[in-house]
């Protein structure tokens, strides 16, 4: 029963990594102006927050850290803060290609 339990918390530790690494590269991704305009915290506090979680993440994931200790949790928290709140308010800051263009109106797109 006890290895069952393990390999399912091992898997989650799998799944948060993955989504650390999600918001990581988003973040990356998003121009510094963006995280200003959008009233949130500076790109660069984003980034070392994600890199630390993401380094959390794959301690938890390859077993270094006890699957149920806070640090784990508390990285995966960091990036759903990131994702959930400032994902959002970043991304209509973001450039738009040639091709995105093609349904904006006057006001913005319809």
Do not use: C
Request: proline content about 5%.
């Amino acid at each position: 029963m006890w290895q069952g339990l393990n390999l399912f918390f091992w898997f989650l530790a799998i799944v948060a990594f993955g989504f650390e690494l999600w918001a990581l590269f988003d973040a990356v991704r998003a121009p510094a102006g963006a995280y200003t305009a959008a009233d949130k915290q500076t790109k660069n506090l984003w980034l070392i927050l994600l890199v630390v979680a993401v380094v959390v993440g794959l301690g938890g994931a390859v077993g270094f850290l006890h699957l149920l200790s806070f640090l784990p949790i508390a990285a995966f928290l960091v990036a759903a803060i990131y994702l959930a709140d400032v994902r959002p308010a970043v991304a209509q800051y973001r450039g738009k290609g040639k091709g995105d263009s093609s349904n904006m109106g006057p006001y913005g797109p319809w």
